[in-house]
């Protein structure tokens, strides 16, 4: 495996034939370029296969299992045995997890067809736009990245050669990005940190930061908005410093915000691509400066003396 470049692998996705293209090719496509490493195309099941073999095949070479369970998948009626056997799997393999995801099937259809399976907890995509179900898988693979979505989302969006491909793939039967609610309600001085974000690097980065109404829906997509937006200060803060120290010019003002964007989300694989386009000395200044400020905001209680 090794060989092939399958040593790395982070996700493998098992799923029948029926879902590549309407949910697996886009979703798999998103998670990539969140530089996620996903292998699929080897996973990929047909009548007359076996489910055991694959989900071996797939611990084999990554920690992460996601098989889709969908009608497509069902009707292959495989055998109980296998279908427990992923249960086993997962105890046996220690630090490996397999996560279910439900495609066009509801809690009640997958208990009716495996008790087993339905023990263990599930991503739906009913209601789901392809990055929201990715968003979902993340939160199981990528823990850390759980309070930073807002940060993903402003850099995918930005990624204008990436957002081609996913724009061409068939998303099948998932609806289109969330809408945008005809009335959001936020706290006052929000607006008002969020505002002081969105002048500082939004000018710099219209087409990544987005307007203040967009910032703030962005925002509000996840559960508690408050931990996001002191990344964003954090990141607010490194942008100033580092334009004060360094005569940048507008194209790589615009790099800068997002290589903190990349720091933000520990990508090393972002941070160095965008580094590319920095002056070295500035690059490293705001790699120090990101990692001293993000230590000050991570402490509960600082000491002054005068």
């Known amino acids: 495996m090794a060989s092939d470049g399958l040593d790395d692998i982070e996700l493998f996705i098992s799923h029948a034939s029926e879902d590549k293209e309407g949910l697996v090719r886009p979703l798999a496509h998103y998670l990539r ?17 076996s489910l055991s ?6 611990l084999a070479i990554a920690r992460y299992g996601l098989v889709v369970i969908s009608p497509h998948f069902v009707v292959k009626r495989w055998p109980e045995y296998e279908l427990r056997g992923l249960t086993a799997k997962e105890m046996a393999g220690s630090n490996k997890v397999i996560i279910p995801l439900l495609h066009d099937m509801s809690s009640e259809d997958l208990l009716g067809y495996s008790p087993t399976l339905a023990d263990k907890i599930a991503i739906f995509t009913a209601g789901k736009s392809v990055p929201e179900v990715a968003e979902s898988i993340l939160k199981v693979i990528r823990p850390e990245l759980a309070d930073r979505l807002s940060m993903l989302r402003t850099l995918l969006h930005g990624s204008e050669d990436d957002e081609r491909e996913v724009v061409q793939a068939r998303l099948g039967d998932l609806r289109p990005l969330r809408p945008v609610p005809e009335r959001l309600q936020v706290e006052g001085h929000l607006v008002i940190r969020v505002k002081n974000v969105v002048n500082t690097m939004g000018a710099a980065a219209p087409g990544v930061v987005g307007d203040l109404t967009t910032f703030l829906i ?40 997002r290589f903190l964007l990349a720091c933000s989300l520990g990508s090393t694989p972002w ?24 230590r000050i905001a991570s402490t509960e209680n600082i000491v002054l003396t005068p």
């Open 271 to 294: 941070m160095e691509s965008e580094a590319e386009n920095l002056p070295d000395a500035a690059a490293s200044h705001a790699t120090r400066c990101w990692d001293r400020y993000l």
């Open 53 to 58: 073999r694959s989900i071996d095949k797939g």
């Open 33 to 49: 370029r969140a530089k996620v490493r996903v292998w699929y195309d080897e996973f990929e099941l047909t009548a007359g296969d």
């Open 218 to 257: 962005n925002l509000h997509q996840d559960f508690d908005p408050e931990p996001e937006l002191r990344i964003w200060e954090v990141m607010q803060s490194v942008y100033l410093e580092t334009c004060a120290h360094f005569e940048l010019d507008a194209r790589e003002k615009e790099t800068l915000v």
